[in-house]
């Protein structure tokens, strides 16, 4: 079972280029969420979509856009990215219904020069 | 905003001791859930307590939920060098599932 995978795993980019981060979960899944790490900080969460077709803002949104391409596919983009994008980038997944726990993928981390 | 705030924060114990975390949180919730995480790893799931639940238990973990007081505690029992890694509570107030992470415990258990 690969559960969720994200790709790439690491990434340089330089101010101001923009990149998507791919995540997919092969579990059926209806909710899928993308989080960033900081040190310090926890996970907050940057966008999640409850179901195909939905997307909602998170806790930290600015400077991110989402698309929830099917079912399995839910990526991250970074238009124009900036030094503060520096993070580990977590991806997850969850069952429908009340009480669901999450599934993570083991994360992207991006750095921002 | 942190919904769930861990202690300690850090956390040394030897081999065979028992382990306790704690978190506490600020609203109500729909339940409270434990995470862990490996060093360079994603967060796996621990054990999730409904709001209606006192008490878990999944193998060597405890967990207790205390709605009154808003606080939770997560029970590790004879630690062992493999339960080293980050503890996480997340809450969860029932909407769409989204979870609200507290800034972890950094667990320690030395051979």
């Known amino acids: 079972n690969a559960g969720v995978t994200q790709t790439p795993k690491f990434q340089v980019l330089k101010t101001g280029q923009s990149m998507t981060l791919q995540c997919a979960q092969d579990m059926n899944h209806n909710s899928m969420y993308w989080y960033r790490q900081d040190p310090g900080m926890g996970l907050r969460l940057i966008y999640y979509?409850?179901?195909?077709?939905?997307?909602d803002k998170g806790e930290v949104p600015n400077g991110y856009n989402v698309s929830r391409l099917n079912k399995r596919e839910f990526s991250l983009r970074l238009e124009s990215a900036a030094p503060s994008q520096t993070s580990v980038y977590f991806c997850a997944s969850s069952g429908w219904g009340f009480n669901q726990p999450q599934h993570f993928g083991d994360g992207t981390r991006l750095s921002i020069l | 905003s942190q919904q769930g705030e861990e202690d300690p924060q850090a956390l040394s114990i030897q081999e065979g001791e028992n382990a306790t975390m704690n978190c506490s949180y600020k609203t109500s919730i729909n339940n409270l859930q434990w995470y862990r995480q490996n060093s360079g790893r994603g967060l796996v799931h621990l054990i999730l307590?409904?709001?209606?639940?006192r008490e878990k238990h999944s193998g060597r973990l405890r967990v207790t939920l205390d709605t009154s007081k808003k606080s939770s505690s997560l029970l590790i029992t004879a630690s062992r060098a493999a339960d080293t890694a980050s503890y996480f509570c997340?809450?969860?107030?029932?909407?769409?599932?989204?979870?609200?992470f507290g800034k972890g415990i950094t667990l320690s258990v030395r051979p």
């Open positions: 307590i409904r709001s209606n639940e």
């Open positions: 997340a809450t969860d107030t029932g909407a769409n599932s989204k979870l609200t």
């Open positions: 979509s409850a179901s195909e077709g939905t997307t």
